[in-house]
């Protein structure tokens, strides 16, 4: 139990450089007269700026496999042409979500930030159990996004060379990359996921922007497709060229569209490598959240409006890739480009999986710095790079783990569409983004309590409070559509074991982080008192 205690309380010690300092805040929010413990293990300040932490954060979301990934399953098995008005409906939750996150962010940083913003709002108690959510939906997003790189390079390789290479291998390869990108200077990762990010985004908007100024498809720019009501209606039951397509599901439309952001609030994740991490990290978080929301719905409709209603539809339940590649290369000038956007999806899910990495293994150095047994292994930084190498190394190891579990472990877990992309990308997105969900609904009612029930500092009605609950709302009803149509979102895994104890393993998560500061109350009342009371002195509790 030690480690995972050391997950649950891996902000109560905020990261910080040489030449900075650790304050701890009691409970009652005042400070206490403690002399400054300077850190010696620590990550290089001042890598990264503004736009590096976008980089990053926006890589988390990955545009592009999020529109070629999520998209088809909401328009082909959730809301129908009503997908883009989903990721709409996101854009507005998250903002809203995000407006009390920065409220929050404007007295506190913190390492951890949901952590750190739910222990200071609401105590120690649901610090952690959230602090126990977060780790492990980060550490298994990387797995994810390992399972849809195999899938994707396997497809493009069959495209262009017509070679079949088992999907074990391409995930291993992908491991070990993103390992190495992990263990050396992050200005390499963000570098590379820079450039990637531009490409991806470039070619997405070239292809909108096309199909914008050719007035659509067969069905014009089909309008309805951005009403916010569409969002929330079921795909009909309907017969298309032949084509038999079962009804869908409105929340896995919904879902699917709040799972295409997941990672964008890893933007507190780099605090300690940013450069002024206090204006870096609010304003990375508010960009990236209306950019993204932007651009998904804008890209979402235009595919829609460029194949027409029913092929779109149609296509989304037979070939989700050629949904976006056939008309890449109808829209943007033939086979080249639909060779081009493989390559990029292929080139993007792998920058997601880095992304997700570097987010993972920051989560990891931060529990080796709290565990006494651990914290000159995991805990260490490298002696040049001042990277989480052991952290990151480790991470690497839990996602072959996650890998070899679902090609051994999967009927037919060698096929690449079975097992990399049903099995290992849909249920472990499914487990973390519920386990992020619900960090974040808790992370709103935080702010909340924090600004106007104990009042520590004066909030503003609108911005501290209607809006936050709102968000907050949105979130639950989003966990809630989930649990009540896991069956759905499940598809062709649904029913598996995995699939079964996803509940049960939030459940668990939350569970372990409960007992452990329980035990913390009981038997280590100082250790407890200062569990996510831990701040950066030039950013302290700021009125």
Same mark, same amino acid.
């Given at each position: 139990?030690?480690?995972?205690?050391?997950?649950?309380?891996?902000?109560?010690?905020?990261?910080?450089?040489?030449?900075?300092?650790?304050?701890?805040?009691?409970?009652?929010?005042?400070?206490?007269?403690?002399?400054?413990?300077?850190?010696?293990?620590?990550?290089?300040?001042?890598?990264?700026?503004?736009?590096?932490?976008?980089?990053?954060?926006?890589?988390?979301?990955?545009?592009?496999?999020?529109?070629?990934?999520?998209?088809?399953?909401?328009?082909?098995?959730?809301?129908?042409?009503?997908?883009?008005?989903?990721?709409?409906?996101?854009?507005?939750?998250?903002?809203?979500?995000?407006?009390?996150?920065?409220?929050?962010?404007?007295?506190?940083?913190?390492?951890?930030?949901?952590?750190?913003?739910?222990?200071?709002?609401?105590?120690?108690?649901?610090?952690?159990?959230?602090?126990?959510?977060?780790?492990?939906?980060?550490?298994?997003?990387?797995?994810?996004?390992?399972?849809?790189?195999?899938?994707?390079?396997?497809?493009?390789?069959?495209?262009?060379?017509?070679?079949?290479?088992?999907?074990?291998?391409?995930?291993?390869?992908?491991?070990?990359?993103?390992?190495?990108?992990?263990?050396?200077?992050?200005?390499?990762?963000?570098?590379?996921?820079?450039?990637?990010?531009?490409?991806?985004?470039?070619?997405?908007?070239?292809?909108?922007?096309?199909?914008?100024?050719?007035?659509?498809?067969?069905?014009?720019?089909?309008?309805?497709?951005?009403?916010?009501?569409?969002?929330?209606?079921?795909?009909?039951?309907?017969?298309?060229?032949?084509?038999?397509?079962?009804?869908?599901?409105?929340?896995?439309?919904?879902?699917?569209?709040?799972?295409?952001?997941?990672?964008?609030?890893?933007?507190?994740?780099?605090?300690?490598?940013?450069?002024?991490?206090?204006?870096?990290?609010?304003?990375?978080?508010?960009?990236?959240?209306?950019?993204?929301?932007?651009?998904?719905?804008?890209?979402?409709?235009?595919?829609?409006?460029?194949?027409?209603?029913?092929?779109?539809?149609?296509?989304?339940?037979?070939?989700?890739?050629?949904?976006?590649?056939?008309?890449?290369?109808?829209?943007?000038?033939?086979?080249?480009?639909?060779?081009?956007?493989?390559?990029?999806?292929?080139?993007?899910?792998?920058?997601?999986?880095?992304?997700?990495?570097?987010?993972?293994?920051?989560?990891?150095?931060?529990?080796?710095?709290?565990?006494?047994?651990?914290?000159?292994?995991?805990?260490?930084?490298?002696?040049?790079?001042?990277?989480?190498?052991?952290?990151?190394?480790?991470?690497?190891?839990?996602?072959?783990?996650?890998?070899?579990?679902?090609?051994?472990?999967?009927?037919?877990?060698?096929?690449?569409?079975?097992?990399?992309?049903?099995?290992?990308? *849909?249920? %472990? $997105?499914?487990?973390? @983004?519920?386990?992020? =969900? /619900?960090?974040?609904?808790?992370?709103?009612? &935080? !702010?909340?309590?924090?600004?106007?029930?104990?009042?520590?500092?004066?909030?503003?009605?609108?911005?501290?409070?209607?809006?936050?609950?709102?968000?907050?709302?949105?979130?639950?009803?989003?966990?809630?559509?989930?649990?009540?149509?896991?069956?759905?979102? *499940?598809? %062709? $895994?649904?029913?598996? @074991?995995?699939?079964? =104890? /996803?509940?049960?393993?939030?459940?668990?998560? &939350? !569970?372990?982080?409960?007992?452990?500061?329980?035990?913390?109350?009981?038997?280590?009342?100082?250790?407890?008192?200062?569990?996510?009371?831990?701040?950066?002195?030039?950013?302290?509790?700021?009125?």
């Amino acid at each position: 139990m030690g480690p995972l205690l050391g997950a649950l309380r891996f902000a109560a010690v905020c990261p910080w450089g040489p030449d900075r300092t650790e304050y701890h805040v009691s409970s009652s929010e005042k400070e206490l007269d403690l002399a400054p413990v300077p850190h010696s293990n620590a990550l290089k300040p001042g890598a990264i700026g503004l736009g590096g932490v976008l980089f990053i954060a926006v890589a988390n979301a990955a545009p592009i496999t999020a529109m070629t990934g999520n998209t088809p399953i909401a328009l082909g098995y959730g809301n129908g042409i009503g997908a883009p008005a989903g990721f709409l409906v996101a854009t507005i939750v998250l903002t809203l979500f995000t407006v009390g996150f920065i409220a929050m962010a404007r007295h506190i940083t913190t390492a951890g930030a949901f952590y750190g913003f739910i222990t200071h709002g609401l105590g120690q108690v649901w610090g952690m159990v959230s602090g126990a959510l977060a780790t492990m939906a980060y550490v298994v997003f990387e797995g994810s996004l390992i399972g849809i790189f195999a899938y994707f390079t396997n497809n493009a390789l069959n495209n262009w060379f017509s070679i079949d290479v088992n999907w074990l291998l391409i995930a291993i390869v992908g491991i070990a990359v993103i390992g190495l990108f992990g263990y050396y200077d992050i200005n390499i990762a963000a570098a590379f996921l820079g450039v990637t990010l531009v490409c991806e985004v470039v070619l997405l908007l070239a292809l909108a922007f096309s199909v914008l100024f050719s007035g659509g498809g067969p069905d014009g720019l089909v309008p309805e497709a951005i009403n916010p009501v569409n969002a929330f209606k079921s795909l009909d039951a309907t017969t298309i060229g032949g084509t038999q397509i079962a009804a869908g599901s409105a929340a896995i439309g919904v879902f699917f569209a709040f799972w295409s952001w997941v990672g964008f609030e890893t933007t507190a994740v780099y605090g300690e490598e940013s450069r002024n991490p206090r204006h870096i990290v609010p304003r990375a978080t508010l960009i990236a959240v209306i950019g993204l929301g932007t651009f998904y719905t804008f890209v979402s409709w235009m595919m829609i409006a460029g194949n027409g209603k029913d092929v779109a539809i149609s296509k989304s339940n037979t070939d989700s890739i050629g949904l976006w590649v056939d008309l890449a290369e109808k829209k943007l000038g033939g086979a080249f480009i639909g060779d081009i956007y493989l390559f990029l999806i292929v080139v993007g899910s792998f920058a997601c999986g880095l992304a997700f990495h570097t987010a993972a293994s920051r989560y990891l150095y931060a529990i080796g710095r709290e565990v006494p047994l651990t914290k000159n292994s995991l805990g260490r930084t490298h002696g040049v790079h001042h990277t989480p190498h052991v952290a990151s190394v480790v991470q690497s190891i839990i996602t072959l783990a996650f890998t070899l579990g679902f090609y051994v472990l999967t009927t037919n877990g060698d096929d690449p569409f079975t097992g990399a992309y049903i099995f290992q990308y *849909g249920l %472990l $997105a499914i487990l973390g @983004t519920m386990a992020i =969900l /619900i960090v974040q609904a808790i992370t709103c009612l &935080a !702010v909340i309590w924090y600004f106007h029930v104990k009042k520590v500092q004066p909030g503003n009605m609108l911005t501290t409070g209607l809006i936050p609950a709102l968000g907050g709302l949105g979130m639950v009803y989003v966990v809630w559509l989930l649990i009540d149509n896991i069956k759905f979102a *499940g598809g %062709l $895994a649904a029913g598996s @074991t995995f699939f079964d =104890l /996803i509940p049960w393993l939030v459940v668990l998560t &939350a !569970v372990v982080g409960l007992l452990g500061v329980l035990y913390l109350r009981a038997r280590k009342p100082e250790v407890y008192n200062a569990i996510g009371r831990t701040v950066f002195e030039e950013s302290h509790t700021r009125s």
